[in-house]
């Protein structure tokens, strides 16, 4: 049996003006992971998603399934027959809708394995490229940096269009990450920005550039380990999404919640309108955070270590 893994994901800063060329920054998040396996068969390939309950013969299934997208690019990027006898078994800790990257994760995995399986080493930015193509069909008009985080597995700094620059803070930060229990997909998410810069462009153009300039303001913090200037640059980017009309009352109550147990900065992260909130914390202060996040309703709540 081969298997491979993949992390999820958060969007530090940024999300939303990345998918229009700006910058933005993402960390991987280990505690919860995706993972692929990859079983001989005696019947063509079949791709079994545990935790959703479903499966597909790839042979069967259309291009519009990401996952089996994912695996025919896959065989066909290693020159492999395109039904092989194999059953891949997904299985994924991260929450389906979150802004985690679950969709990601999944197919990254999946892609990992089926290299594994073929004896070839799986190069990030060759299983990024194949990740791309599923997350066009989960997210509409993605920016790509969901899938590039995951495949690097590091933190990085991203420009839709450039190779990402994958890089380790000088200092490991700490960050509690927060569900509201609202499932959000980032489709809606991305089409109502689109929607809504389309009839409004110069005045969405604006708040992008200033979402750029925190983010930018964002890599020298991280870079000199100034947490405060880091925390509040999250909550001046929390600012400009509402702005955007992706936050929500309850992400809005949660982040205050957060900000009130100690919090340097907190903003949703990811689509938004549900889904998750970050805030950045010192490490003492990690629980204390992750307890007000709880009592005060967060469906599940991690803590993560960014090094
Ligand atoms: C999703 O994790 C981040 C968004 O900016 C969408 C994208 O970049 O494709 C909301």
């Given at each position: 049996?081969i298997?491979?893994?993949?992390p999820g994901?958060?969007?530090?800063?940024?999300?939303?003006?990345?998918?229009?060329?700006?910058p933005?920054?993402?960390v991987?998040?280990?505690?919860?992971?995706?993972?692929?396996?990859?079983a001989?068969?005696?019947?063509?390939?079949?791709?079994?998603?545990?935790?959703?309950?479903q499966?597909?013969?790839?042979a069967?299934?259309?291009?519009?399934?990401?996952?089996?997208?994912?695996?025919?690019?896959?065989?066909?990027?290693?020159?492999?027959?395109?039904d092989?006898?194999?059953?891949?078994?997904?299985?994924?800790?991260?929450?389906i809708?979150?802004?985690?990257?679950?969709g990601?994760?999944?197919?990254?995995a999946?892609v990992?394995?089926i290299?594994?399986?073929?004896?070839?080493d799986?190069?990030?930015?060759?299983?990024?490229?194949?990740v791309y193509?599923s997350?066009r069909?989960?997210?509409?008009?993605?920016?790509?940096?969901?899938n590039t985080?995951?495949?690097y597995?590091?933190?990085?700094?991203?420009?839709?269009?450039q190779?990402?620059?994958?890089?380790r803070?000088?200092?490991p930060?700490?960050?509690?990450?927060a569900h509201?229990?609202i499932?959000?997909?980032?489709?809606t998410?991305?089409?109502?920005?689109?929607?809504?810069?389309?009839?409004?462009?110069?005045?969405?153009?604006a708040?992008?550039?200033?979402?750029?300039a925190?983010?930018?303001?964002?890599?020298?913090?991280?870079q000199?380990?100034?947490?405060?200037?880091?925390?509040m640059?999250?909550?001046?980017?929390q600012?400009?999404?509402e702005?955007?009309?992706?936050?929500?009352?309850?992400?809005?109550?949660?982040?205050d919640?957060?900000?009130g147990?100690g919090?340097?900065g907190a903003?949703?992260?990811?689509?938004?309108?549900?889904?998750?909130?970050?805030?950045?914390v010192q490490?003492?202060?990690?629980?204390t955070?992750?307890?007000?996040?709880?009592?005060?309703?967060?469906?599940?709540?991690?803590?993560t270590?960014v090094?």
């Amino acid at each position: 049996m081969i298997s491979a893994t993949a992390p999820g994901k958060v969007i530090l800063l940024g999300e939303h003006a990345v998918v229009y060329g700006r910058p933005a920054i993402a960390v991987p998040v280990w505690q919860a992971v995706a993972t692929a396996e990859v079983a001989a068969s005696g019947a063509g390939c079949t791709l079994v998603a545990r935790d959703l309950g479903q499966q597909w013969r790839l042979a069967e299934a259309g291009d519009d399934q990401p996952l089996a997208l994912v695996a025919r690019l896959a065989l066909t990027a290693l020159g492999l027959p395109p039904d092989p006898d194999w059953t891949i078994t997904l299985h994924s800790t991260i929450p389906i809708a979150s802004g985690l990257g679950s969709g990601a994760a999944l197919s990254t995995a999946l892609v990992r394995a089926i290299f594994a399986r073929a004896g070839r080493d799986a190069p990030p930015a060759q299983v990024s490229a194949i990740v791309y193509e599923s997350e066009r069909i989960y997210h509409g008009t993605p920016s790509g940096i969901d899938n590039t985080v995951i495949a690097y597995g590091a933190p990085i700094w991203f420009v839709k269009g450039q190779p990402p620059a994958p890089f380790r803070p000088p200092q490991p930060f700490t960050l509690v990450i927060a569900h509201t229990g609202i499932a959000s997909p980032t489709k809606t998410t991305v089409a109502a920005v689109r929607a809504a810069w389309q009839a409004a462009p110069a005045r969405y153009e604006a708040r992008f550039d200033a979402v750029a300039a925190l983010v930018t303001a964002a890599r020298g913090a991280i870079q000199r380990g100034d947490w405060p200037l880091l925390g509040m640059l999250m909550d001046e980017n929390q600012a400009l999404l509402e702005q955007l009309d992706v936050s929500s009352p309850v992400l809005e109550r949660l982040i205050d919640v957060a900000r009130g147990a100690g919090a340097l900065g907190a903003k949703l992260s990811g689509g938004g309108r549900g889904g998750n909130l970050i805030a950045l914390v010192q490490t003492a202060a990690a629980e204390t955070v992750a307890a007000a996040l709880r009592a005060g309703g967060a469906a599940t709540v991690l803590v993560t270590t960014v090094a």
